[in-house]
């Protein structure tokens, strides 16, 4: 049951810039189990085996963000500003992302011409 929901749900590792698919992965204890203990779907995320290896005391943490994503968090000294989750998987994520731009631009052209027209408009006055 638990893996057609990670399939379904992650599709790949969690770690930003990762591309492993969901069956190179493990699963993933987002609050580490000694600290929480109980295992819950919620805390759950697929890592790769090499990306799982990072997550421990002086390495990367993890964490789920208000959307329910996965987020990375490197230790201090490897920090760049780096994405926090990963969209590889996700590319109706970054179609979204496209089609909200295209919504913006649309908007600001709209309104450009309508300052256009309205100083035009003075102008002739």
């Known amino acids: 049951m638990y893996n057609q929901w990670f ?74 500003g780096q994405p926090r989750v990963n969209t590889f998987h996700h590319p109706e994520k970054h179609l979204a992302g496209e089609a909200e731009a295209e919504a913006e631009a649309e908007a600001e052209t709209e309104a450009e011409a309508e300052d256009e027209t309205e100083a035009e408009a003075e102008g002739a006055a």
């Open 7 to 80: 399939h379904s749900k992650d599709r790949g590792c969690s770690r930003p810039g990762c591309t492993a698919p969901g069956y190179w992965c493990e699963v993933h204890h987002v609050q580490d189990w000694a600290s929480t203990r109980p295992t819950d779907a919620d805390n759950l995320a697929l890592a790769c085996g090499a990306d799982h290896a990072l997550v421990g005391p002086g390495g990367w943490t993890t964490r789920k963000n208000a959307r329910g994503d996965t987020e990375w968090i490197p230790p201090p000294h490897l920090d760049r």
